[in-house]
């Protein structure tokens, strides 16, 4: 433990020359941590992602929960949003064998390096999606830290849900924006958000998911009168949707389980 003290005082200090002052410098320190094995809370710390952060979000927990079993294994990763890259390197240290790719609307070409390469472009955008993912797909994990505007979320999620595995988990960070409506918090743009008790919220990003999680049932529904068809076929994909305190996780995978009323009728 003394050891990994040094690292996060070097790492974390007021940087004199030459203390890790460079993404070059701090992708090598990522790197030589990875095999460590290190709990994720701390990781998230040391790099200085918003995901962990007093008085912010509490991402570590869920995290971990959903992602330890692939920590070992040769999965692919896609972000979208890195601003200064301190997730990019938390996913490097805590996935060992990730090949990872993050795309952002600003260039970011010093970040490209190792394990990690780095796309310029739009999340609103197929054509910049498009070609990422015809670059890097198909993912194991595919992370949503970019715009947090609804439209953005979903697009994007429709957009790149066929390109992930199954098995593969789909993330959707901060959708606390779907509840900001217009300028919140002196912001210079207007969130597309609703209050969840007006008929508007199912088409903000937590409303559409809401109703998507209805549709994992899709079986055992009698009547198919009033059904979406497009959410039921995409439920047929999906093995599980989970809710945390602004994170939304899905699961992908068959689903196409027979109804349990045919099961018991045969009986």
């Known amino acids: 433990m003394q050891s990994l003290q040094f690292y996060r005082k070097a790492f974390t200090a007021q940087r004199p020359e030459g203390r890790l002052t460079t993404h070059s410098e701090r992708y090598a320190l990522a790197a030589l941590l990875s095999p460590l094995r290190l709990p994720l809370p701390w990781i998230f710390s040391l790099f200085g992602t918003d995901k962990q952060r007093e008085g912010g979000h509490s991402y570590a927990a869920a995290y971990t929960d959903a992602f330890g079993p692939l920590r070992s294994k040769r999965i692919k990763l896609l972000e979208i949003g890195l601003l200064k890259g301190a997730s990019l390197l938390g996913w490097r240290a805590y996935f060992p ?83 900001w409506r217009g300028p919140v918090r002196g912001a210079d743009y207007d969130w597309d958000g609703y209050d969840p008790f007006e008929p508007e919220f199912k088409d903000t990003c937590v409303g559409q998911f809401l109703e998507l999680a209805k549709y994992l049932n899709h079986a055992e529904f009698l009547s198919t009168e009033r059904v979406d068809p497009g959410h039921a076929s995409l439920a047929k994909q999906i093995r599980r949707i989970a809710f945390e305190h602004n994170l939304i996780f899905v699961w992908k995978g068959p689903n196409v389980e027979v109804s349990n009323w045919l099961a018991t009728a045969v009986q």
């Open 97 to 179: 064998r990730a090949s990872i790719a993050g795309i952002d609307i600003m260039p970011k070409p010093e970040m490209t390096r190792g394990r990690v390469r780095v796309y310029q472009g739009d999340q609103g955008s197929a054509a910049d999606l498009d070609h990422v993912c015809a670059n890097e797909a198909p993912f194991d994990i595919i992370i949503d830290d970019g715009s947090h505007f609804n439209r953005h979320q979903l697009f994007s999620f429709y957009r790149l849900f066929p390109h992930l595995k199954d098995g593969g988990i789909y993330v959707i960070e901060d959708v606390q924006t779907s509840y």
